[in-house]
């Protein structure tokens, strides 16, 4: 970390403007803005922690954080702005995108039961801020542990050791959990939120334009980030999420999106990067007599391979996650498609 | 450096303009183009200081692609903006 003038200015800027920017997300009464000022400061909390030396954690952050929990949110807002009938039974006559006025889209009022929040928070925050100052040095310098033990590890790049190597146990249980994450969005099936169409109706061909533009050139970018990833800061959640992020753009802009309307391929994508990587684990165990432990010579090769499903499961993951419905299985009845959907734009 | 500061410039005039001007239009005006030109000359300057040739093609291609991205989604919100039935602002 630089310790030149400017770099100081620049983090004392940046570490006052988070808690301002956070309070204001908090207590922002319209919904839709609190989204957009979340975004900003996923932004900057990859900033920080560009500042902090971890480019890694900065790009799964602005990429993931930032940008794909973003369209989530945004997802929700506008379903909630076109009054989500369905479960609830309340239905809105036709409202336009323009959330204004909606009960369902502002925070309820509340300053007493605000400043009841505020004051355990804060106070936790700053037990938090006077422990770390406080921190003893730690007795095992991990950094140098990893250091120590990087060739043997099989890639050079120590935050990918550590991840898909000698803690990959916990990658391992974080895809768990993300195929858990959309086992449970399907099992909402949201689909009556938003109509059952996501696409924002064909206007101008604009949109069109950027995607076929910007498919390509997101497949190169996120293969890119996966083989770079064993050298330098990249890697499989990265690489996921700009894949991610691609297979949301192609069903926002309508242009056909057959793996997501696919039951069964999805299925198996969505399960291949937890399955193959559990599989991987064990089968080492014959080999090593550990689980998820590596033979040397294999090292590299099953990481890249481990990475490379992984990749796959977790940019569909983010882009099902986005539509938020399982696809329609071939001996349903056809979807709602009779209701008029309520353009999104 | 010198063209860095530039480029900080153009930002902050860009980022003036979205705070001060009437309407979703003009504001969005303000925003893309000069965003667009204050990123073009940050890169320009980090260029000059950049390593290798490979480094500034990568600069630049980030600069293309904000540029795209940055265009069409103005022109998604302008035009969700123009159904949803915002009016364009007009001098009293």
């Known amino acids: 970390m630089q310790t030149t003038a400017l770099g100081w200015a620049f983090d004392i800027?940046?570490?006052?403007?988070?808690?301002?920017?956070?309070?204001r997300i908090l207590t922002t009464r319209d919904l839709y803005r609190a989204v957009i000022l979340f975004i900003a400061f996923g932004l900057l909390v990859a900033l920080s922690w560009v500042r902090l030396d971890a480019p890694d954690i900065a790009l799964a952050?602005?990429?993931?954080?930032?940008g794909l929990t973003g369209a989530l949110f945004l997802n929700t807002v506008g379903a909630l702005a076109r009054g989500g009938s369905g479960a609830e039974g309340e239905r809105r006559p036709g409202n336009s995108?323009?959330?204004?006025?909606?009960?369902v889209d502002r925070v309820p009022r509340g300053r007493w039961m605000r400043l009841a929040l505020l004051a355990p928070a804060s106070a936790l925050g700053a037990a938090l801020g006077w422990a770390v100052l406080v921190f003893p040095e730690p007795a095992i310098d991990l950094a140098r542990r990893v250091d120590r033990n990087l060739p043997a590890a099989g890639v050079e790049q120590p935050v990918t050791a550590v991840l898909l190597n000698f803690r990959s146990y916990?990658?391992?249980?974080?895809?768990?959990?993300?195929?858990?994450?959309?086992?449970?969005?399907?099992?909402?099936?949201?689909?009556?939120?938003?109509?059952?169409?996501l696409a924002l109706s064909k206007g101008t061909g604009v949109l069109d334009g950027l995607v076929r533009l910007l498919t390509p050139v997101m497949i190169v970018c996120g293969g890119y980030l996966l083989w770079a990833g064993?050298?330098?800061?990249?890697?499989?959640?990265q690489a996921g999420a700009v894949l991610g992020a691609l297979g949301v753009l192609l069903v926002l802009s309508g242009l056909v999106a057959p793996p997501l309307e696919r039951d069964l391929p999805l299925r198996v994508g969505l399960a291949v990067g937890f399955g193959v990587f559990l599989t991987v684990g064990c089968a080492v165990l014959l080999v090593t007599g550990t689980?998820?432990?590596?033979?040397?010579?294999?090292?590299?090769?099953?990481?890249?391979?481990?990475?490379?499903?992984?990749?796959?499961?977790i940019a569909l993951t983010l882009a099902a996650l986005f539509v938020t419905a399982p696809p329609p299985r071939k001996r349903d009845a056809p979807g709602p498609d009779a209701r008029e959907p309520e353009g999104s734009s | 450096m010198a063209l860095i500061l530039a480029g900080a410039l153009f930002f902050l005039a860009g980022t003036l303009g979205l705070l001060r001007f009437p309407d979703v239009y003009t504001r969005l005006h303000s925003l893309t183009?000069?965003?667009?030109?204050?990123?073009g000359l940050v890169?320009?300057?980090?260029?000059?200081?950049?390593?290798?040739?490979?480094?500034?093609?990568k600069m630049v291609l980030v600069w293309l692609l904000v540029l795209a991205s940055g265009a069409t989604a103005a022109h998604l919100i302008a035009t969700a903006a123009l159904r949803g039935g915002i009016r364009v602002w007009r001098r009293r």
């Open chain 1, 13 to 23: 800027v940046l570490a006052l403007t988070l808690p301002v920017l956070a309070w």
């Open chain 1, 61 to 66: 952050e602005a990429a993931l954080g930032a």
């Open chain 1, 97 to 103: 995108a323009s959330p204004a006025g909606e009960p």
């Open chain 1, 170 to 197: 916990d990658t391992l249980l974080e895809v768990g959990v993300l195929l858990l994450a959309i086992l449970a969005v399907w099992s909402l099936d949201l689909r009556d939120l938003w109509g059952g169409r």
């Open chain 1, 230 to 237: 064993t050298q330098q800061p990249g890697g499989a959640f």
């Open chain 1, 291 to 313: 689980i998820l432990e590596y033979p040397p010579a294999l090292n590299y090769y099953l990481i890249l391979a481990v990475e490379l499903v992984l990749t796959v499961s």
């Open chain 2, 33 to 39: 183009k000069a965003d667009n030109v204050g990123l």
């Open chain 2, 43 to 57: 890169v320009l300057g980090l260029a000059l200081q950049a390593g290798s040739a490979t480094a500034v093609l």
